[in-house]
DNA sequence: CTTCCACAGGAACCAGCGGACC
DNA sequence: GGTCCGCTGGTTCCTGTGGAAG
């Protein structure tokens, strides 16, 4: 252990050497997952669709609704933002009145917060509560209409909204032109989910499907060449050894072909790479960064989750160190002492059902509903992920360290 | 074949909060 | 300043259920 022995002026004096002496990137900006390239490889027929469907609205009329399904790192956004900056362009150079609001419905989750959205989209503040929906709804209506233009509103990632909040509001957006005399209104919707339409009205679901789009996920040689065309801007020339953007388009291809998680597993590795003092980026970089990638994130879901769901969690790591199996009714008994023991009140088992379940969509633990016969239905439950990634999101939370002891 | 366990998970409801409206 | 509103994060009460044990 020579870092033992090393004085901190000597290690520091390395690690900085080292740093500033290698040079990997020449522009790490553009792997970071909201940068917009101008180009975007094997896209060219979705951008065609999204463009001819769109450009009506140069010409004046309202363009037909449009709903886009692909999976996560299909490129669905991105596509739809760089139509839509032309689109934007061009009706602004000829002196039509065009106003595209793009919404992300996860990150905007209510309807509440769509509405207000668009109104702000229109120029004018909305308070962030305290009125009700019907009357946010009336509002926006009312000031489009006066406004007097088209508005072509894109809903981004809207599975979540009507899976959260029915499809009441798509509804009413899809019919707002029977009550508008001088505005128009069209949408573009684009989900994750290709299931999604199952939760639609069927009035709906034809109002919005007037045209429709399909991203395919990417094939593994489709992500090596939007890799290549990123690493011409992103590193240094011969910064990657043979073979790495090979693996990273592979690792992804795996995951759905989602280009969002092949620039950040090529960016991650160009960063290991550069920590380590390594001139190049090599296989093995990939390899760390594919793992790192995986541990982050869980300790970053972990760190983040309520306290409930921790002390379950912490029952759960207990409970099966990794390794066996446990079951609701255990962990609910584990949890119960660990409540007593911090002396805070108990959530309910019903509740507790609720919690373990969300675990489950979060990728931390699996859980399986089983029935063991005489002893009962109950949940099944492994834990998921690196059981050390786990402990250390859970540890940074004050009172679980303190029960860990 | 029937029983019966130990929960799953739906439905309805509630308290407290922050904030706009009148 | 009381009232109304939506949201969060719960509770209570409830019906449903697969399969080992009897």
Known sequence: MAVLTADLDDILEDVFERVTQTRIFKNRDVLLPDYLPDKLPHRETQIRKVASVLA???????????????????????????????????ARERGIRLEIPIINTKRDDTPYRVLAKLIESLGLRVPATGIATAEL?????????????????????????????????????????????RSKVSLVGITNDVNFTSWLDP?????????????????????????????????????????????????????????????????????????????KVTVAHVRKAWEQIEKDRVVEVVRSL???????????????????????????????????????????LRRVGDLISELDMLGIISTEVVSRGRRGMTRMITLESDPEAVRRGLLSDPMVAELAG
Request: overall charge positive; glycine content about 8%; charged content about 30%.
């Open 56 to 90: 009506q609205a140069l010409r004046g009329y309202r363009p037909n609704n449009l709903f886009i399904y692909g999976l996560t790192g299909t490129g669905k956004t991105a596509v739809v933002k760089l139509v839509v900056r032309k689109l934007v362009e061009k």
């Open 137 to 181: 709804y009336a509002r926006f209506k009312k000031f489009l209409d006066k406004k007097g233009l088209l508005m072509i509103i894109v809903l981004d990632e809207i599975d979540y909204h009507v899976k959260k909040h029915g499809d009441d509001l798509l509804y009413k957006l899809t019919r707002i032109n029977e009550e508008l005399s």
């Open 203 to 279: 009035r709906v679901k034809s109002s919005l499907g007037e045209e429709e789009l399909v991203f395919p996920p990417y094939t593994a040689d489709q992500l090596k060449d939007i890799l290549r065309e990123r690493a011409k801007t992103a590193f240094v020339e011969g910064a990657l050894e043979d073979g790495v953007i090979e693996l990273c388009a592979a690792l992804a291809a795996r995951e759905n072909g989602d280009a969002r998680k092949a620039l950040d597993l090529l960016r991650i590795s160009g960063e290991i790479a550069q920590r380590e003092g390594s001139s």
């Open 306 to 348: 309520p306290l409930h769901s921790k002390l379950l969690l912490y029952s759960i790591l207990t409970l099966t160190k990794g390794e066996r199996a446990t079951y609701t009714g255990e962990v609910y008994k584990r949890y119960k002492e660990l409540t007593a023991e911090l002396g805070i009140e108990t959530l309910t």
